[in-house]
């Protein structure tokens, strides 16, 4: 079983749509959660970060942790074509080492 | 603007080729970290340093090397490229103690193909 489980999609939604994109994992000991964005053929870039349980809310995006669920999701509201990317989660084991443990990322297509 | 930037976007070898992948950071970070990403299963850690001339196994290191011989410059290394390591390639860089929050900062990748 992996550490970190997330559905790969594809995922495709209509413009202005609601989007949830969720990862879970098995390792209690995970202290940061992070969601990346990937555009085809580049680089990820870091689009949230949280620590704790709870919300934290970014413009259209919104980032969630349930660390008794293990369970993290990122909602999209207003869902637009520009948002069309690979949706990476991200944790980070103890010890600041520097090093994240990366879902599988999911697939989105928001279409016009 | 930072950038870590990786010195080819598309290559094409030869099995048993020995192949440098290059990664480049502007940013002065100490941690520098060699993903590979294949559909379905993400991104996968093969090597990362600490510091110049230090370096650590990740998950995958089998059939890789690194070299950090300057904080800026982190190579891998393909001792004998197969067919089995055709992949996307990322760098990435974050400054020691940043903690996790910072994110890391990655490359655009490099897209090999061993023929």
């Known amino acids: 079983q992996k550490e970190v489980e997330q559905d790969p999609g594809p995922l495709s939604v209509p413009e202005g749509a609601i989007v949830s994109l969720n990862c879970t994992y098995s390792n209690s000991a995970f202290q940061y959660f992070m969601w990346y964005r990937q555009y085809s053929r580049k680089g990820p870039e870091l689009l949230m970060y949280t620590y704790s349980s709870g919300n934290k809310e970014d413009g259209r995006f919104t980032a969630q942790v349930d660390k008794s669920s293990k369970y993290i999701s990122l909602f999209i509201r207003d869902s637009q074509p520009s948002d069309s990317a690979t949706y990476l989660c991200a944790m980070s084991p103890p010890g600041n080492t520097g090093k994240l443990i990366f879902g599988q990322g999911t697939t989105l297509q928001v279409k016009p | 603007d930072v950038k870590v930037t990786q010195s080819s976007r598309y290559l094409v070898k030869r099995t048993g080729e020995k192949v440098f992948l290059e990664c480049v950071q502007d940013?002065?970070?100490?941690?520098m970290f060699w993903y590979r990403q294949d559909p379905g299963l993400g991104l996968r850690l093969i090597y990362f340093s600490y510091d110049v001339k230090m370096k650590e196994k990740g998950d995958i290191p089998e059939g890789y090397s690194v070299s950090r011989e300057k904080k800026e410059r982190f190579s891998l290394i393909l001792e004998s490229a197969s067919t089995n390591q055709t992949s996307m390639y990322l760098c990435a860089s974050i400054p020691r103690g940043a903690g996790d929050r910072r994110g890391y900062t990655f490359g655009s990748g490099t897209r090999l193909t061993v023929v």
């Open positions: 940013m002065d970070h100490e941690n």
